[in-house]
Every structure is written in C-alpha cells, then in structure tokens.
C-alpha cells in the first residue's frame, strides 16, 4: 500500500521556523521527484519546492519561497524534508507532500501520482 505521511507542522509567530516531513511507506522513495504545495480555504493547491528522484540534486522553488525554504531528501528515512525559516502570515496553510515517478520538474498539482493528507501550518502575526 502507497502511503505518505506529512508531519511537523504547527503554530508559530512571524519569522520563526518549522520542519516538515513526509515519510513514504509501501515504496522506494529515490524513484520519485517530491512536491510540497500549500492550500489555504478556498484556493487551489499551489506548489511551494520540489526536489529530484535519486539524490535529489536538483530542487525547484516557487519565487515567494526561494531565500527562505529548503527542500531536500533523506533516503535513509525515505522521506522529503521542507526546512521552513522567517515565516510570514502567506505561508498559513495545509502543506501537502505528493510524488511523482521519475519525472522533472512538475509544479502542478495534476502532475503528481500520490498525495499525503497534509499538515497544517498557521502563521501568526
């Protein structure tokens, strides 16, 4: 069974950090790029960075994100890590983790095979 699971999200003021992690069971998680999206009420799931399958060498950023996030791999725990500082108020939302199989780069939510149930990250200000 295919399953990813996010984790590590929370409620933090401007300017704080949090880490979250998607941890991929039922398969080998280097065959697969990863996305993290973020959806907030009412609005579509909008793509946030994605890292390549195997070692993850090459990451993509949306523009708001780029100086602040960083997304990158651990095979060891078969998971996509999205490392999260000097938050602000527009990052408030559900950030969901989704894979896709042996393809670069994919920055629409139609794009990607699997998806986790997401976690929720609340910025105050």
């Known amino acids: 069974q295919v399953e990813l699971v996010e984790s590590g999200g929370g409620l933090v003021q401007t300017g704080g950090s949090l880490r979250l992690t998607c941890v991929a069971s039922?398969?080998?998680?280097?065959?697969?790029?990863m996305g993290w999206f973020r959806q907030s009420p009412g609005n579509e799931r909008e793509f946030v960075a994605a890292?390549?399958?195997?070692?993850?060498?090459?990451?993509r950023y949306a523009d708001s994100v780029r100086s602040r996030f960083v997304i990158c791999r651990d095979n060891a725990l078969n998971a996509a890590i999205l490392q999260m500082d000097n938050l602000e108020p527009e990052n408030t939302g559900d950030y969901y983790c989704?894979?896709?199989?042996?393809?670069?780069?994919?920055?629409?939510?139609?794009?990607?095979?699997?998806w986790g149930r997401g976690t929720r990250v609340t910025v105050s200000s």
């Open positions: 989704g894979d896709r199989l042996r393809v670069w780069f994919v920055n629409l939510p139609d794009g990607y095979d699997h």
């Open positions: 039922g398969r080998i998680l280097t065959n697969y790029s």
């Open positions: 890292v390549g399958w195997r070692d993850g060498a090459r990451t």
